[in-house]
């Protein structure tokens, strides 16, 4: 791409870090990687080939001595809020240009983010465990899609469906889906097995390939109920589990009516969370026992989130509560990003990763940074296993990929234009239409590392 690199300062290299670091390692960023345990410290400085320093990243010595001064951008993600948060302020008195993004997870520093990032002077204050919360939501709104990703401020989303035995989309093209269903939704990839592709209009579908369109929010559910999916939302889970992320999800279904319980073995969590959440059936008891998850009445249930501290347990109690009952949608959180083809072959229904959500905000804030000045990446998130990316930009001023029909316009190889957003109006795109200055413009590609949009052009 010709973009410089950016120097960027990592305090922490446990899970948050360790995935963060790998992905702007990835991005050709000039790393320096800053946590007192030795042993993670130097495995993943030796693995994304950067440096690293053993110390308090609130060190005024440990800050000098990882060049802060010079430093583009300071991302402090340790288990700590109140040590990220002191991170920042000192890395930022050795330069005020310095941008600084803190990892905040406390519900207690939820209602003051904005008071914080404002006084502390934050470009971004990240909360892992409240996204994975929304991200989990807006799966059990819509139980019907396996994942969605939000662009265009929640005016557009990609929704991820799988197609059944006997559907009505089995042997249909692209072409014949667009002129017979549903002209206002757009599918941008189809993975089938283990491969991944950006379909033409000549693609034919077939029963058991995963396809992700985009769509507003109001097309989305008329085309699946058109092609014979149920678009209702859940109306009663139990999680498993009552850490943050239960809380966060907790508190957003009960505002919508749905009916929640929390199955957590710590007494005295189980008592904060009855505080917290008056209106939830809060359990005192292991998750994993299956006499319990029966008495709990988990054959009556929607819907089972699985959100224990153990990757493995959360795998086994979505396959348990999906033998148990065919109709049931199951939330799986993953806490460690590694076997995923063995986890993508497992019948998990959906599953959450909040480190990756976390490193693609951050990823998109970077992206951001290193933007041309003729457009931003907005939103940007890694679809198919990393294997393709969706950025949504901003079109600041005219560009080779503005003002001509869109039929005039040589586009990389593998790379999408999913809509244009023109004042809040979604726009499915035809060759006739066009990018122009004030639009934003969602493309999904199979190349990696776009940071403006004239780089979708051939």
Do not use: W
């Not at 939820?110 to 971004?124: A, D, V």
């Not at 990240?126 to 819509?142: G, K, S």
């Not at 058109?226 to 992320?245: A, E, L, Q, Y």
């Not at 949608?329 to 976390?358: A, C, E, H, M, W």
């Amino acid at each position: 791409m010709g973009k410089r690199g950016l120097k960027i300062i990592v305090v922490g290299a446990g899970k948050v870090g360790n995935t963060l670091v790998n992905r702007l390692a990835e991005e050709g960023h000039d790393l320096v990687i800053i946590d007192k345990n030795i042993n993670r410290l130097t495995e993943l400085a030796n693995l994304c080939d950067c440096m690293g320093i053993i110390g308090n990243g609130a060190s005024y010595s440990v800050l000098d001595e990882a060049g802060v001064d010079t430093a583009d951008l300071f991302i402090a993600v340790t288990e700590s809020d109140e040590l990220n948060l002191l991170c920042c302020t000192i890395a930022k008195q050795f330069n005020r240009n310095l941008s600084t993004i803190a990892r905040v997870r406390n519900p207690e520093y939820g209602k003051e983010i904005p008071y914080l990032r404002k006084q502390l002077n934050l470009k971004m204050i990240i909360n892992p465990e409240y996204e994975a919360a929304v991200e989990a939501a807006r799966i059990l709104f819509l139980p019907a899609a396996i994942s969605i990703n939000s662009f265009a401020h929640g005016s557009a989303e990609i929704v991820k469906i799988k197609i059944p035995e006997g559907n009505v989309l089995n042997g249909k093209t692209v072409a014949y889906l667009g002129s017979n269903f549903a002209n206002d939704i757009l599918i941008v990839g189809v993975e089938r097995g283990d491969e991944v592709t950006i379909p033409n209009g000549s693609f034919e579908l077939a029963a058991g390939d995963i396809i992700s369109f985009v769509a507003t929010r109001k097309a989305c559910h008329s085309f699946l109920k058109s092609i014979g999916f149920k678009t209702n939302s859940v109306k009663s889970t139990i999680m498993i589990g009552g850490g943050t992320t239960a809380y966060y999800l907790a508190d957003q279904l009960m505002k919508t009516g749905i009916d929640v319980t929390i199955i957590e073995k710590d007494v005295a969590r189980c008592e904060h969370l009855s505080e917290l959440l008056p209106k939830a059936t809060i359990i005192n008891g292991d998750g994993v026992n299956e006499a319990l998850l029966a008495e709990t009445g988990i054959k009556d249930v929607d819907s089972v989130v699985a959100m224990t501290g153990i990757d493995e347990e959360n795998i086994m109690l979505s396959l348990f509560a999906r033998q148990i009952s065919k109709g049931i949608k199951s939330v799986t959180k993953i806490n460690k990003i590694s076997f995923t083809d063995v986890i993508n072959r497992l019948d998990l229904g959906s599953v959450i990763y909040p480190k990756q959500i976390t490193a693609e905000a951050i990823i998109t804030y970077v992206r951001g940074r290193q933007a041309s000045i003729g457009s931003n990446v907005e939103v940007m998130y890694h679809l198919f296993d990393e294997r393709a990316e969706a950025i949504e930009f901003k079109v600041k001023e005219q560009s080779s990929a503005t003002g001509k029909p869109l039929k005039e316009m040589k586009l990389k190889p593998n790379t999408l234009l999913a809509f244009i957003n023109r004042s809040g109006k979604i726009i499915i795109p035809s060759g006739n239409d066009s990018i122009e200055v004030g639009d934003s413009v969602m493309i999904v590609t199979l190349n990696k590392g776009f940071t403006a949009l004239a780089d979708i052009i051939r």
